[in-house]
């Protein structure tokens, strides 16, 4: 129940991260912010790092490097609803992946957890129309959060959490340097203030978390947690955007809801199976 708790947690951390970039992008590049917050990350990353694993952590950055890229860069190109339904797919591509990478299947609770995860995803987006090249890349937005999830599940039973960190960042700063190439650099307070918050807390905080505690419960457990982070995103929409949801997107977010409940039932219920065992 603590890994669960700790995976919710930045899930809350995560969900800020959308009305403040609303507040603080307005004129800025997308991309320029990314690379400065995955440099922030990088930097303050190695005052807690003493061990460094490159082959590991070069691949989670290059994966979390570019799902950050096709994220950013597919929101400038299609409604921001479309865009959270289309990056929430990550959540039933996680089994997937994690079928094939490390054998592990759905099974109990959530069963009925991961069909409740995208249809709640759909009516909390309000329902999408049409198929453009930002929702082309939001999609593949989603395959590659996907794909990080498990790699970092993988790569935390072999190496120390904290080893995995700055090579990761430095290589998701650099892929999103390259991106801004050719865009304004100038930094305001406001800006910088903004992405130091994004660097250490939805970042780097939250990435060692996730290496933490996802081994504990699994990738499909971790992937119904996470959308949380929808839940909580809207709920700060509403409080500091004074966005108004439907009762179609309200149903969805209580079926989200249902869903995160379903994961923790599968986590308690393999408890009890042991214990009977």
């Known amino acids: 129940m603590k ?9 809350l951390i995560w969900g800020t991260t959308f009305p403040l970039q609303k507040f603080v992008l307005a004129g800025y590049s997308p991309f320029v912010f990314n690379a400065i917050r995955f440099w922030l990350a ?5 005052f ?9 952590a070069l691949l989670l950055g290059i994966v979390f490097g570019f799902a950050y890229l096709t994220q950013t860069w ?16 990550y959540i039933v591509i996680v089994p997937i992946f994690a079928f094939f990478i490390e054998g592990e299947r759905i099974k109990g609770f959530q069963k009925i957890g991961f069909p409740l995860a995208f249809f709640g995803s759909y009516l909390l987006a309000g329902g999408i129309e049409g198929l453009n090249l930002g929702d082309i890349l939001n999609i593949i937005c989603g395959i590659l959060f996907a794909l990080h999830i498990v790699l970092i599940t993988r790569a935390s039973k072999k190496h120390d959490e904290m080893s995995l960190l700055s090579v990761q960042f430095m290589t998701a700063a650099i892929i999103n340097s390259f991106a801004s190439i050719g865009s304004d650099w100038t930094i305001s307070l406001p800006l910088l203030s903004s992405a130091v918050y994004l660097a250490l807390f939805p970042t780097m905080i939250a990435l060692i978390v996730q290496l933490k505690y996802q081994k504990k419960v699994g990738n499909n457990v971790t992937a119904l947690i996470f959308l949380g982070e929808p839940v909580f995103s809207t709920l700060f929409a509403i409080l500091f955007l004074q966005e108004q949801l439907s009762l179609i997107q309200w149903t969805g977010a209580f079926l989200l809801i249902a869903a995160i409940l379903f994961a923790s039932l599968e986590k308690n219920h393999d408890k009890i199976k042991k214990r009977l065992e």
Do not use: E, N
Request: charged letters at 15%; glycine letters at 6%.
């Open 3 to 11: 890994a669960i708790l700790y995976l919710l947690m930045i899930t």
């Open 74 to 89: 597919g929101i400038t190109l299609t409604t921001a609803s479309k865009s959270g339904f289309l990056t929430s797919l």
């Open 42 to 46: 990088a930097f303050f990353s190695l």
């Open 48 to 56: 807690f790092t003493r061990k460094h694993v490159f082959k590991d």
